[in-house]
């Protein structure tokens, strides 16, 4: 290490270290950036006298700002709550067929009726609604019990074929097999002419003495021409969409011994403006009835 001298060339002092001859110049920090670096501390000292900082044993400084991120949250939460509420009130105020009017009613109506399908529905009907064996679709435009938004809001407040719901909706196909009410080759013939109904492949002969046998048992239910009964929940035969399948066999085995789909009430489990989102957000799937 040799003594601090001036550097001829530049005319700056030297650090006085030197390495194979190479000596370093003492230049000096430029000023700007000193006086960032300075205002940089002088910054952090407020901040840390305002902000909460300094952590403590089983706690921090809290700053003389009083800030905290945690209180900020609870402040947007009890706002976001505030409004929710007003219109959590509109909607059970409103009955559901003006919800489906009301722009800004509808909108909240099918994103709240949306969460509660993923939590409550969703096991049966599918989380995109899609249903499966035995639990309708409810995106298509097929409805056993009726697709208006009050149909679906009855439905929904109070079930179908539920025992727990006096203003279930209730009906049940005989058991034509079980009961004896038709014998298995009238049951064949049966099956044979919804087939015909429902354009599948069936066989004519037995069709053709099916048909005085279908009207007889069960043109009251699914009506004459098969299109179904909504107030009895009595699907369409001829639509091409079987809720317990559209083979002949399986259609045998629904004249049989019947099933009997069966959807609890929800009116009084998940209270009113709950249903209502429901109803308006089923409703909106497929863009209504
Ligand atoms: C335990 C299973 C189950 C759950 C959970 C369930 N459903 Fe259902 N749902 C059914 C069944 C089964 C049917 C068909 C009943 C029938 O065959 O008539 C049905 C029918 C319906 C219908 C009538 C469809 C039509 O074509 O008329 C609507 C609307 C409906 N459900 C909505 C809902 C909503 C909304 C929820 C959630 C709050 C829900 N369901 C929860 C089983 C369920
Ligand atoms: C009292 C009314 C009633 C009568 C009578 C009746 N049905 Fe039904 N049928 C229903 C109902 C209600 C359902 C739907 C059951 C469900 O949703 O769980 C149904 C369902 C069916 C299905 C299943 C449809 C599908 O989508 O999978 C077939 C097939 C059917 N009926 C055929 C018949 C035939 C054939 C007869 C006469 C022999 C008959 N039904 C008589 C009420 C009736």
Not at 200 to 226: M, P, Q, V
């Amino acid at each position: 290490m040799s003594a601090r001298q001036k550097d001829e060339i530049s005319g700056v002092e030297t650090t006085g270290h030197e390495w194979d001859g190479i000596k370093e110049l003492d230049n000096p920090l430029p000023r700007w950036w000193l006086w960032v670096f300075y205002a940089t501390i002088v910054w952090a000292i407020g901040y840390c006298i305002y902000y909460p900082a300094v952590p403590l044993i089983s706690s921090n400084t809290e700053g003389v700002g009083g800030y905290s991120s945690r209180a900020e949250l609870h402040q947007e939460i009890a706002a976001v709550e505030e409004g929710r509420a007003d219109l959590l009130a509109q909607i059970e105020a409103t009955n559901v067929e003006d919800i489906v009017k009301n722009d800004s009613l509808h909108r909240f109506a099918v994103s709240g009726g949306a969460s509660a399908f993923k939590v409550y529905c969703s096991q049966c009907h599918g989380s995109g609604a899609a249903g499966s064996p035995g639990y309708p679709n409810l995106n298509d435009d097929v409805w056993l019990w009726g697709g208006t938004v009050e149909a679906i809001h009855q439905t929904i407040a109070h079930g179908i074929r539920y025992a727990g719901d006096e203003d279930t909706r209730f009906s049940e196909m005989p058991a034509f097999g079980r009961d004896g009410i038709l014998s298995a080759s009238e049951i064949r013939a049966t099956a044979n002419f919804v087939g015909k109904l429902g354009n599948l492949e069936h066989d004519a002969a037995l069709a053709e003495a099916g048909e005085t046998l279908y009207a007889d048992n069960c043109a009251s239910c699914h009506g004459e021409a098969g299109k179904g009964m909504r107030d009895l929940g009595a699907p369409n035969l001829t639509d091409a969409i079987w809720l317990y399948g559209g083979t002949i066999e399986e259609i045998a085995t629904q004249i049989g011994a019947p099933k009997h789909g069966v959807m609890p009430a929800w009116g009084e489990r998940l209270g009113d403006a709950t249903v209502k989102q429901l109803s308006v957000f089923v409703h909106s799937l497929g863009g209504g009835e």
